[in-house]
């Protein structure tokens, strides 16, 4: 599936498109990026009663400001009243590299970042989430799916056989379940 263009007006369709994937596929566990937890909670309501594992994976604290967490701390407590799981961890495709790129003006990791992009932002977020939610030891190296958006809400949604940070090259991307045209 395609959407003609980006944004959070395609998260109703995706988060369909992604139940349906789970029951068809048996999957056991899905990610879905939500920076203040608004497309995470949608998610939870979307998912409540099936046997999957919903880990919603957000901004590393500081993202923006030095100790500031964005996501809202009463849709966190939703999220978890749904049976979800939040994990807030380093971005592995942006705080160090972009660390490194600070101090000495390159980053290898936004090499890869920039790649990924190529397929668009949503298909890049997807493989990071998956490799921050392995790295926190909330999924097993198995195939999930990973929902993320353009910006705000969720247009975008692979299925990914995960693995950590350190293992990143092993992550493969099995499937994109859907992704806007326009990126």
Do not use: W
Request: glycine share 10%; net charge neutral.
């Amino acid at each position: 599936m395609h959407f003609s263009a980006p944004g959070p007006e395609n998260t109703e369709a995706t988060l369909k498109l992604v139940k349906e994937e789970i029951e068809k596929r048996g999957i056991e566990y899905v990610l879905v990026a939500s920076t203040t937890g608004a497309t995470g909670v949608k998610a939870a309501r979307a998912f409540l009663g099936l046997k999957v594992k919903l880990v919603v994976v957000t901004h590393n604290a500081g993202f923006k400001e030095p100790g500031d967490r964005e996501i809202e701390p009463e849709l966190k407590a939703e999220i978890e009243k749904l049976d979800g799981t939040v994990s807030t961890g380093t971005m592995v495709l942006r705080s160090l590299g972009r660390a490194i790129k600070n101090s000495v003006g390159y980053s290898d990791n936004e090499i890869v970042a920039q790649v990924l992009r190529m397929f668009g932002q949503g298909i890049k977020v997807c493989v990071e989430i998956v490799a921050m939610a392995a790295d926190a030891g909330l999924v097993p190296p198995v195939n999930v799916i990973a929902v993320a958006g353009t910006g705000r809400g969720a247009d975008t949604a692979c299925l990914i056989s995960a693995d950590s940070s350190n293992r990143f090259f092993g992550i493969k991307i099995r499937e994109i379940l859907v992704k806007p045209n326009d990126f």
